[in-house]
């Protein structure tokens, strides 16, 4: 196309050769931001690690309790991404919650690990629950003052004296003192906590007299010892109640045995054998097993190990040294 005489095309002129010392300018591309991560996606990554962590069963179900409140919280609030969750909505989520004074504490342990762990892919910007406290007092609900011999000695006491279960009538009980007494035997010769006492299987977890306490990270079984009486009182318990020992009418629920167990049972055995300066709970049977290895030479580390525990809690609450 010829040009008009004088004039020029705007942007184009007389070809040129290319020189030879000329580089090519480098074209930039604008980088495409990354996609939000969504609530989902958040909530089923950190599950993931959850579960990666090979977290019992009961303890899972409180994680996911946890989750399906915050997504439905997110839902309610029309939030897509997690990173539209801000510090005001923590106050909102936090101050919504029903639960008692140590279910709160626990649960808002389970928030903040939440949070960390999307502060660190960098889906949060910042820490936005780092200002949430716990209700006042939340770590004194659960005592862990492991029981001295005296006190063990009163609980047994307690069981004798409740007796056989009842028949049907004012008082009707279908429990009696036996049970109560071997749930606490079973709780201070192992360790274990309530919930794994409550839906202990023994065809699974006694061989010989070896209980099986947990999985090692090693992966490799974790095995403690108890004597032959103990065993033969389970065994016992095992041909008349079959192999879930202690379990509680039709419900195989970890959750309500342990209801059961610690809201009844053990609840009218402590009363008998009161009154103990420190609140009688299933947990310090945990810790009076720890007390026993001690008094019995046991080194510290072992002891923690069996209680899938740190040195360090074993020292606090479990040495009276």
């Not at 959750?255 to 103990?276: M, S, T």
Request: aromatic content about 10%; proline content about 8%; some cysteine.
């Amino acid at each position: 196309m010829q040009l008009p005489r004088g004039g020029r095309r705007w942007g184009l002129g007389p070809p040129t050769a290319p020189s030879p010392n000329r580089t090519r300018p480098q074209i930039r591309f604008p980088t495409r931001p990354p996609l939000e991560r969504t609530v989902c996606d958040a909530i089923e990554a950190y599950l993931a690690k959850c579960r990666s962590r090979d977290i019992k069963p009961p303890t899972l179900a409180k994680y996911k309790t946890f989750t399906n409140q915050l997504e439905v919280y997110c839902t309610s609030r029309g939030y897509l991404y997690i990173g539209q969750l801000g510090v005001l909505d923590m106050d909102r989520f936090y101050g919504a919650w029903k639960d008692g004074k140590k279910g709160k504490a626990k649960k808002l342990e389970r928030l903040r690990s939440f949070v960390r762990f999307c502060v660190k892919r960098k889906w949060l910007d910042e820490d936005i629950a780092k200002d949430l406290e716990a209700p006042p007092k939340a770590s004194e609900l659960n005592p862990k003052t492991p029981f001295e011999d005296e006190g063990l000695e009163r609980i047994y006491a307690a069981c004798d004296k409740i007796g056989a279960p009842t028949k049907p009538g004012p008082g009707y009980r279908t429990w009696g003192g036996v049970d109560a007494k071997d749930f606490i035997l079973l709780s201070c010769y192992t360790g274990l906590r309530i919930s794994d006492v409550a839906t202990f299987n023994i065809s699974k977890r006694l061989n010989g007299n070896d209980v099986f306490l947990y999985m090692h990270k090693t992966g490799e079984p974790l095995y403690t010892w108890i004597p032959d009486w103990l065993v033969d009182r389970l065994r016992a318990r095992e041909k008349v109640k079959g192999p879930l020992i202690f379990i509680c009418g039709e419900t195989g629920n970890a959750k309500q045995l342990c209801d059961i167990w610690r809201n009844k049972r053990l609840k009218l055995v402590f009363k008998l054998a009161g009154p103990f300066e420190e609140k009688p709970t299933p947990h310090r049977f945990r810790h009076t097993f720890a007390r026993i290895l001690l008094e019995n030479g046991v080194e510290e580390p072992e002891v923690a190990e069996l209680i899938g525990d740190t040195v360090e809690v074993v020292r606090k609450h479990c040495s009276n040294g």
